[in-house]
């Protein structure tokens, strides 16, 4: 208590030290003191301690008090000296001499909105905030839209960050040149004295104290001048201990509750840290001891340390420091400046000393708050001021390398660690040129790379076995550091420096020092004889691999733009090449190969046998600088200055082939028993992640070897790798060997397969620049083409099939439009590409990017495409571009002698059926080869001036017959020979186009030989002739096809008739039927009406006469009739809460337990809705299957813990036919008949009767009740009127039971009680969901513009009769008395009655709802009545009636007429308007005025009808469904003379007013009865809501067109509960617009006892328990039914491209899509989200597992 008091002193004693402190005084007593920072500190010393920390809430913000004392005490002293005037005068004065920055400079929030775009940035980490980039010329263009993780600023205005359009029109320059002045020199020379010492002094303050380590003890001239023993223990985060441990530990440690400790860890979390205890030194240490010990059994222990609080409080209010200096410099680019000057002076330590440098230095021991603050400081300081921004640099150039150390140890994630600002410096192209000159940053940065990965093997390369978590994690953070080098080399230079060349080139020589320890990590051997029993590691390889793709690329780049510099780089990578071949071991023995008529020396080297690795990154980064001295032609104009003569071409391809061979014989299966691991390899070498810097550049490797060696020898060497020589080399190799073992057969027919494809690629693949002459366009084309070709794709996985560059392009843009046509989505599915037609000529079925999955697509498509074109189904090569001249000799390998054997091979072993011994795709690999080879000749021959320079000639080579050992025919006689084989039938049409092209070839030389010229089109004459024939043919054969269809046709017809003459009665009958049906509708003329019109209620009623309803059940298909007394047959039904219809969504949930549910107010707000899928089953049936669902989950719960898609434990189950969800049955009832009587009472009798009946029912209850009951004779009841009469059950006991199933299950679900069939209320749950489910199906057929009759689909049909028919029967199953007293209840409504208390006034009832329960009440009352007069039709006609008056009534009173009448019509007024105005003026009288006069009838009459008709619709439906009445003609099509038909369906005048002044005697008092109940004029005068009718249909909230809208909303979006954070998961109701913070701990709220998430608690008060959400930041749909259903649905936000972007991935600009959002509505409205929901976790199982209720 003490405490406490002491506690009230302070505070009182600071009020009083408020009231007598002026800052101004104490400003000017600063002035004049000779020491201020003595001075200062004092003031300091005595006051913060006295401000912050002064209780248990330490170390976060103490809340206002704390903000006001800390602005009063200790900042406005300092404005005063700082500025010398009132401090908001001297800012604003400040700010107006201030120029404006031409910096934006807006730091971003974590989740909002940047825009980079992708034709003007620099790279992609320019971006722009959406202010800005609204006023740019940016949105015009093709841009990017993302999220911010935080952190990040606004680069508007900086211009080295835009190509162009660097400005928005807020920060376009004005004309003055004010680059060159000093902004400190604008301001009064005494503020810049004072600004640098106030900056110093608390500058120097704020870091000391950030940076102090002694727990409690304060640097001099800060310790209080007295100390308490008050402590803090004070917890600090980690990236590495979850929350759950964090919380459980604070439970055990501090025993708080646990929403306390939830609330602690989100402050750690977001903070950094929290103070989670307050009080004496050992109170706290105890706390912190627990906490150690607890958290150090898996991993170190969490951070804890027990502070002073005058330590906290100083710490407190140096964050609040810096955050007022990046206040202050806000208004002043000289105090700016001056800062700048300030943070980075040299301390008196000498180098790497200053303020800035120390903050940096202990960045990682510093905690998350501290951090961020400083960071936005410097972001706000340095960063904007370009002369300091690169001093900066400088600066955190000079600590990179102990920064990067620092992070390597730090446990927080890399945006809250100061190397994040990395991206600020180094994207800056001038800042990071200076860098790599001044600071050599290139070389810094890769040799600090390399020394965090330790892990080394013997020969120096790169090891990544024992991958261990730690290792992991460290690993993750070391790439870090590849990002740093790709922002460096991300912009190329346009002029070298001398300096720049020669720290490139060392930069250069660090990389290649890396390269070098890649080049063969993770080796393999294969696995023979058994499997390999650990998967080596060898994902860690590869991430390294997928990050450096860029870095190698960019380095390339950068050669490309300096020859020097491109031949110094291809000399050290060919010496570094060299070394790396060193290590190969020399001593394989030489061997010599020879193969006709050559012969070359190589060594022995199986790649089935010895190590062979998949990462050869110098190699291939030799490949892609080969490949620039093609394309600049360096090698050609100096060839002295490359050493291209030391180049040993072998050397060169023997390690890229040996790579190739090992995915060859992968693919032959011969690696099997070594694991996945080499799958993933080899899948990631050819993916296109990979492949640029992988697989390409070791075909273009191959190409540069095989172009300067010769053919011949090129092609042994590579048989010899592929282990296939011994097969061609041998005397008889035309006879295809017969090797007794299988497996070996078939994985040589496979390398064989292999190698011709490698072979169709080195000669092929001419689209990269530099080795074929094309331009980048060409590439980007020819991968557009080829994925096409296989089926239509969506823009997004066209996207996902290029390579992206290291700005995410793919160049795709640029080209698409030239090669496909666009094809939009529909409501569901994506906009997609297809190829257009004339590019398909250039499909070549061996490109080299295929898979064999998309190889064999291709091809089918292609072969399909050209069946469709009429054309032959031949896939011949395409024609190619030409070779650059230093890979033009690689077309010889095409006519060589080595390939030659080798094609005449496998010709030979073609001609006899394959045992086997060949493979079909090697012989088309083969003709492959021999088209390629032919199309290239007659290329030659057109692009040449005569006959002397064609050196290719394969058309000669292939006529020569084999060498003298096996002679057998040349290459043409086998294709002329294998033509019109049987067995080769598929690739007859190919064969076909060769010898074609051989002919035509002979024709062109012949004619070249007699004239020189050649022209063109003639060479194509005979290949066109023999083309024409083909198609002629194919012409004829498919005419006669068509002619034998329509003959056979024919034949059937004649048939038919003849079938239909035979059983002519049979088919006459059915005829005639149709015919009477078909004119029945629409030929009835409009007068005709009268006589025969259907009506559905009342005694004229068109009745379903005796209709037998047969049924199959879907489990046992036994068929059986819908019988009373029969076994029971049910539907299965879903039963849900809803508030689709409700008015009120403010309304909260019903009390369970007291709420009267007779009375359903208008505003709809809670309703119990039924579905069924119509199918119907034996209610024993469904008993066993429900039984056998329960068991079956019993037996699974003992099993797994999963969740299933149901909730058996809540009654449901999928039904067994279509597995819709369901949670009840609804019985199948027969349709009632009743007798049609010929009496029909007047309005009058039956009133009086049916009161006479309800005063005996009144007394009979009276008597039960025990009362006396005198008054009892002066009653005469009704004569036949019983009141003690049990009637007898019309239904069997099976019947009665699934009666009692269905009402229980209603009361259950509308209620949310546990199922009580004593309670009187379940009837009435029954009825109300029987009239809810009619409204909102008649909102439905309105809202899609439907008919009201024929366009519902069967299954709503039949669950609407079922309702209607259950709820009419349902009272059987409840006591007589309970369904008697409702019915009582129901009528006071209508008639007043004295014995009934608390009826509700008219504006609470709504009528629909009181018409179908009287109706249905009714009858229990009815078969009381003995007396044999069948009133039934009749009473429902009255009610009818009488509720029509009602809800007019209700109508007229809630209508606004008075403001609206505008169009005064004075044309006399017809019958309707003037009895209108009747009743409108009789209402007033007695309402003594409470309603507006009103003279236009017309309006008020307009306002009738459309509010009628919603229930004149309703109940139309609900009386043709209960009396099986068939419905009019006009209501079942959409059109005029609706509302005609309807009245008459309904037995209602057209004139409905008619209705109240035919009984005008008998309505008034009833009238004045409605009127006089006080809660009427109370409502009217403004006491509650009024409901204006009709009821507008509800709709999903308005969402904006552009999706960045929505994303900006958000981000200003702040948790409502953790004060002022932003969310981290900002989720929007759809239904009525909120923002909520989801999933996350802050909150959480507890609903029935369990925690769940905002989503969750949300559906709950505005959905009944069912949400439709959009995710903002993840750009989906979140449906959420209950606690644990839920499912993520496609958003209705589409990009350019008709595709969503779930997870915000691409960034492509979205769109309202609104059709999609009208089926998202359609859905909710048509109660459908539930089943939705059921359906995707059916078909998809992580979703059962996921948490929904924490959303």
Known sequence: MAAAESDRDLSSALCSEFLNFSAKDTAARWQQAPELQAELYQHLAVYVPRIFCLGPSGGGGGGQREELACQLLLLAPLEWLLLGAEPSAGLAQLQENNQPSLLCGHVFKVGEPTYSCRECAADPTCVLCMQCFLGSVHKEHRYRMTTSGGGGFCDCGDTEAWKKGPYCHKHEPNNRD????DPVAQLPADMVVRSYSIFSIILKYAVDMLTWEQEDQLPAGLEPPEKGDTYYCMLFNDEVHTYEQVIYTLQKAVNCSQKEAVSFATTVDRDGRKSVRFGDFQFCEQAKSVIVRNTSRQSKPLRVQVMHSSVVAHQCF???ALGWLGQIIQYSDGLRRVLCQVGLQKGPEGENSSLVDTLMLCDSKMWKGARNVYHQLLMNSLLMDLKYKKLFAIQFAKNYRRLQTDFMEDDHERVVSVTSLSVQLFTVPTVARMLMVEENLMTTIIRTFVDHLRHRDLQGRFQFDRYTAQQAFKFRRVQSLIGDLKYVLISRPAEWSEQLREKFLEGLDAFLELLKCMQGMDPVVRQVGQHIEMEPEWEAAFTLQMKLTHIISMIQEWCATDECVLIEAYKKCLCALGQCHSGLPDGEQPISLSLAGHSVETFRYQVSQDKVSIHLPVCRLLAGLHVLLSKTELASRFPEQLPLGELSPPLLIELPLRCLVLCAQVHAGMWRRNGFSLINQIYYYHNVKCRVEMFDKDVIMLQAGASMMDPNHFLMIVLSRFELFHIFSSADCRKRYRDGNKDVVQQNNTLIEEMLHLIIMVVGERFVAGVGQVEPFDEVRREIIHQLSIRPMAHSELVKALPENENKETGLERVIDSVASFRKPGVTGRGLYELRAEWTKHFNLYFHHYSRADQSKAEEAQRKLRRQNGDDSALPPP???????????????????????????????????SGGGWTESMLQRVLHLVGMALLEEQQQLENSSGDDDVTFNYTSKITRPGEAPSTSGSVLALLESLQNAPHLEVHKDMITWILKMVANIKTMRERSSCSSTVSTSQGQGPEETVRDKDKAERKRKAEMARLRREKIMAQ?????????????????QSLEELEASTSAAPHSPPGAEVCVSEVCVGPRRSGGGDRRQLVTCILCQEEQEVRGQGRAMVLAAFVQRSTV????????????????????????????????CGHIMHATCWQRYFEAVQLKEQRRQQRLRVHTSYDVENGEFLCPLCECLSNTVIPLLPHTHTLHSADHPSLEAWLQSTNQQIAALHAAHRKSDGEAAADREDLAAPEGFRVDFIPPNPFSSSVREMITTFSTATYKVGLKLNPNEQDPRVPVMSWASCAYT??????????????????????????????????????????????????????AALVPDSQVENTPCILDVDMFHLLVYSVLAYNSVHCLDQSGRAVVDSAHLHLLHLITVAHLVQILLTSTTAEEVSMDQDSGGSEEEELTC?????????????????SSGWHLWRCVKAGVLPFLRAAALFFHHLNSAPPPAELQVAGPGQWEALCSYLSLPCNLLQLYQSKHTLLEPLLQGWCCHPAVKQTLQGGGVIIRFPRESNRLIDLPDDYSALINQASSFTCPRSGGDKSRAPTLCLVCGCMLCSQSYCCQTELDGEDVGACTAHTFTCGAGLGIFLRVRESQVLFLAGKTKGCFY?????????????????????????ERYRKIQRLWRQHGVTEEIGHAQEANQTLVGIDWQHL
């Open 178 to 181: 004010t680059s060159q002045e």
């Open 318 to 320: 140096a964050l609040k």
């Open 879 to 913: 024609a190619l571009p030409p070779l650059c001249p230093l890979f033009a000799s690689l077309v010889n390998l095409l006519q060589c002698d080595v390939l030659l054997a080798v094609e005449g091979a496998v010709l030979q072993w073609a001609v006899e059926p």
């Open 1052 to 1068: 059937m017809s004649e048939m038919q008739k003849h079938f239909i003459n035979e059983n002519k009665e049979l088919f006459q």
């Open 1141 to 1172: 219809l409700s008015k009120n969504r403010g309304r909260a949930p019903p009390n369970p337990e007291h709420h009267d549910a007779l009375f359903m107010h208008p505003d709809l707000a809670f309703g119990t809705h039924t579905a069924s």
């Open 1334 to 1387: 009619m409204q909102a199906i008649e909102r439905l057929l309105v809202d899609e513009d439907k008919p009201l009759f024929g366009s519902l689909p069967c299954r709503q049909d039949d669950c609407l009769s079922s309702l209607a028919r259950f709820g009419s029967a349902c009272w059987t199953a409840a006591p007589p008395s309970t369904t008697h007293t409702h019915f009582i209840r129901l009528f």
């Open 1478 to 1494: 009747l009743l409108y003026n009789t209402l007033r009288k007695h309402l003594c005025s409470v309603l507006p006069e009103v």
């Open 1690 to 1714: 496609p958003p209705p936000y589409l990009d350019d491209y008709g595709e969503t972007d779930q997870g915000l991935r691409r960034g492509n600009p979205l769109h309202l899509c609104p």
